[in-house]
């Protein structure tokens, strides 16, 4: 916590302050979230990574950059060794620390199951935000991470084949900070994104569609996959949130046939810490594209917007 460049802490955790106070820059909005994680991978330290970084994801999402963040921590201290809080907290600060948010506090309770997670605060203008109703038809879809991480982390602990080099992916990929994807917002005033978590990239664009009035057109094809999340969900490697999410989504969903039924599932897939969704304006793609690759970011276009037909058209999948 003492990593404060700027000064932003007025008072915190140094003196056993009842709560943390910190300047905010003139000008600018709030953007809040919290989110929390049942352990995906077994290193703690890496862990902690991905619980930050899933966090942030949030803050990303809008445009924002994060500014400081609260650690929540759900732990067995009488039956787990506490090196193992140590190592996630780590892992988690360091990974605040590339985000240049500043650590100012945090919670821990006893709990019989392990889950890790933070509430961030961050920075946005206040007529600069990407919010889920600002689709517009035209749009293109860029994704920013690949999808899978769910039913990989259902191979990783049944231990099935390959698990050890798709935890090494896993980590890698929830691992990496969605920062580049919010300068785009930022950079080209894009005006709706969302990141995918729990809900699936499907369910959050339905999300999008909904809020927008449009229809969003997916094409399965062009989904990026994760190494091996089409093996593990073709032997039934499927976690239940993300048959879930499925189920949720089918009122306001229509497929045409013949579909890859492996794709479709995936398409739902319950992530975490997983890329953004930006919807880009026809004449700003290649500059959005050029700039995600400047920075060492992928990118994939996964769907376009339409104008909506009738509300059992919100996802047209393909």
Known sequence: ?????????????????????????????????????????????????????????????????????????????????????????????????????????????????????????????????????????????????????GVLAAGIKAKWEGWEESEEELCRWCSRLNRGGARVIRDLGLKAATDVTGFGLGGHLLEMARASGVSIRIDLDSLPLLPRAADYAGIGLIPAASHANRAYCRPWTRTREPVNDIREILLFDAQSSGGLALAVPACKLDRAEEFLAAQGEDCWRVASVLPLHDESGFLLIE
């Open 1 to 149: 916590m003492s990593h404060d460049p700027d000064g932003r802490l007025l008072a915190g955790k140094a003196y056993r302050e009842d709560a943390a106070v910190l300047r905010v820059p003139p000008g600018k909005a709030l953007v809040q979230s919290v989110d929390v994680l049942a352990p995906l991978v077994n290193d703690p330290a890496r862990f902690g990574a991905i619980a930050a970084a899933n966090a942030l994801s949030d803050i990303y999402a809008m445009g924002g950059e994060p500014w400081c963040a609260l650690n929540i921590a759900f732990f067995p201290t009488g039956s787990l060794d506490l090196e193992i809080l140590h190592d996630m907290a780590q892992g988690g600060a360091d990974t605040l620390r590339e985000a240049d948010a500043l650590l100012v506090g945090g919670h821990t309770v006893d709990d019989a199951e392990i889950r890790f997670g933070f509430s961030v605060t961050g920075i946005v203008d206040a007529d600069a935000v990407a919010v889920n109703d600002g689709l517009r038809p035209g749009d293109i879809l860029l994704l920013t991470k690949p999808l899978g991480t």
